[in-house]
């Protein structure tokens, strides 16, 4: 019978902090746990494995033992500690000399351990450590992309130069950028009698930051469909051993980019995204049943996009993308790959109107192959499971007046200084150049210098004003539309005040009111009529002047004319000047003598001479409240 060897529960530390070098001392086992009789440990220290990329991927291990070799049968389970390490099970076998030729399958931990648990943690900053006492580790490999490089003692990459696609109409380049990613992983297997019962995986509270500024030339339309670019990549195995049993431990890191665009002319663009994230992301399998874990802390910082050149159409999204795979035996296992993207969008009218706007996301993707960990286990479908979305920019977004407002002028002459203004992004910090402004005269029949003015390199678009040759109010009113012609929410507006054209409100007019349009309270039907008044503007009195019964006599009447923006207001109070007795419609009888009937007008001049606006008339009687009544009506004031 083989050497048992026996270890009930073990905690076993891969990797260490910079501050906590000791952790990577040998821990004491305990005698009592269960390793599988037919386990066989072939060490890299007196053996070699000489088997072909090939026959390794037929399963046909040929290893020249530099010792005696080791009993081995068939249905033994190999575990080697050689490159990426290996755990096979042994189906048929060969012996010559001192060489052993085995046809093998795979093999997987449940094969090997009982009552065990697999407790270990890794940061990628200590791969560039050695390893003490029964612990091993070494550096698969690490390359760089061009214009990629990393500081020597952590996971900070700077990038300068680094040409993510090139293509003969379009090319997409890092400029220049900065890139943190260093997590603590940890893991936790418990098998009980050669089973995995449960098995957790992550990392937590990890800090993730990036600072990148990528410039997109286009000299023509193009299509790029998805390319993916490698920055940096590094492997690094770890071995500790269960016992005699090496557990062999593969982190593989990529940094990738990953970019797609399509572009309908020649475009030059720089854009920025920085953001600082910290996440934490795992899963717990237990009761053949996967729980995940993925918690998300993102900020986003505005930066402004410099869209160079002409505009036209453009959808461009690029991914900053750490992938970490963590391999057991050369098998891969768990997939953490969080991806840092920004979505650009740029629509270009008919008329070079346009809008641009750019989305920010982090997407917190896992997955898990666990078929090296146990044979009946599922796996842990890829996906991605917090997904952080932030609005980072968009223009235009709003125009503001910048000087040439409430201007005073006289009727059909050009004022004196430009209408001007200015158009920024959603940030107010940077303002935006070739941008179409559309300057209209929307009250006073005026007329601007041009109608459509592009901004200038500073964001500016100006036009001069000619007044309209009447006395209505003089506006004007700049706005931006966006690719679908819609207006931005944004608008600039402009008055101007009329100089010595004064309408001379002296003299006799007539009050039209529209019964047509009246309504009255109290059942009243409302009536058509003309009421003349004459106007006083020296002593600024309303004098009521055709009452044909003579019936009412006015005690007050006012008027109040507003030059800017040329609207009247007047009261006229009449009050029942008779002495009489009139009939209540509730059969009573009563002296009408002193009530008071109010005439009120409120318009705006739309012509010379000529107001158009709302009349209401309120008559009050003291002795017969129950026929009091309020009506308005439509109404016009015009001078006879």
Known sequence: MKKIVILFSLILIFGCSSDDSKSEEVQEQDPNAIIADNVVVILEENSELMSTESEILNGTYVIQFSESIPEIEINDVIVGDEGLGFLRKVTSISVVNNVVEMQTVQANMEDVFGNTNINFSTSLSSFNRSSSGESLQRNNYERFAQGVSRNQN???????????????????????????????????????????????????????????????????????????????????????????????????????????????????????????????????????????????????????????????????????????????????????????????????????????????????????SIGILGENLLALPYDSYNIYTQPIWNAPDTIEVISGNNQTGNQDEQLNQPLKVRVWDNSGLFYLKDVPVYFEVTSGNGTTSNQTVPTDPNGFAEVFWTLGDNTQPQIVQATVKKADGSNIESIATFNANLEGNQ??????????????????????????????????????????????????????????????????????????????????????????????????????????????????????????????????????????
Request: hydrophobic share 35%.
């Open 154 to 368: 952590s996971f900070i990459f700077d990038f300068t130069n680094v040409v993510i696609n090139s293509d003969p109409s379009a090319n997409l380049t890092i400029t220049d950028g900065a890139l943190n990613f260093n997590p603590t992983y940890f893991f936790d297997l418990d098998y009980s009698f050669f089973s995995l019962d449960r098995f957790q995986f992550g990392t937590e509270n990890t800090e993730f930051t990036a600072e990148a500024t990528l410039n997109l030339n286009a000299t023509g339309s193009a299509t790029i469909p998805v390319t993916e670019y490698t920055l940096y990549e590094n492997s690094n195995t770890f071995v500790r051993f269960v016992g005699s049993v090496p557990v062999v431990v593969t982190v593989f890191l990529k940094l990738k980019a990953k970019s797609e665009f399509e572009v309908g002319g020649t475009l030059s663009l720089s854009k920025k995204l920085e953001h600082n994230t910290t996440f934490s992301l795992g899963a717990t399998y237990e009761n053949s049943n996967w729980s995940p874990i993925a918690e998300l802390n993102a900020g986003f910082i505005d930066h402004p996009i410099d869209l160079g050149g002409s505009y036209f159409n453009l959808t461009d999204k690029i991914s900053i993308v750490p992938e970490v795979i963590i391999a057991f035996y050369g098998i891969n296992g768990p997939l953490i790959e969080p991806a840092l993207s920004g979505n650009l969008g740029i629509n270009v009218g008919v008329n070079q109107d346009w809008d641009a706007s750019l989305n920010a996301s982090i997407d917190l993707n896992l997955g898990a």
């Open 503 to 640: 309408v001379d409100l002296s003299g006799n007019w007539t009050l039209n009111i529209f019964g047509t349009s009246g309504s009255c309270t109290n059942n009243v039907t409302p009536i058509s009529a003309n009421i003349q008044f004459e106007y006083d503007m020296t002593t600024n009195t309303i004098t009521y002047i055709n009452d044909p019964n003579n019936l009412w006599q006015q005690t007050s009447g006012t008027i109040s004319y507003n030059e800017n923006t040329q609207e009247i207001n007047f009261d006229v109070v009449l009050t029942y000047s008779v002495s009489s007795t009139i009939g209540c419609s509730d059969g009573t009888t009563y002296d009408p003598q002193g009530d008071t009937d109010t005439h009120s007008f409120s318009g705006i001049l739309t012509a010379e001479n000529y107001f158009t606006g709302t009349f209401t008339d309120a008559l009050y009687l003291n002795g017969c409240t129950i026929d009091n009544y309020e009506c308005t009506y439509n109404a016009s004031f015009v001078k006879n």
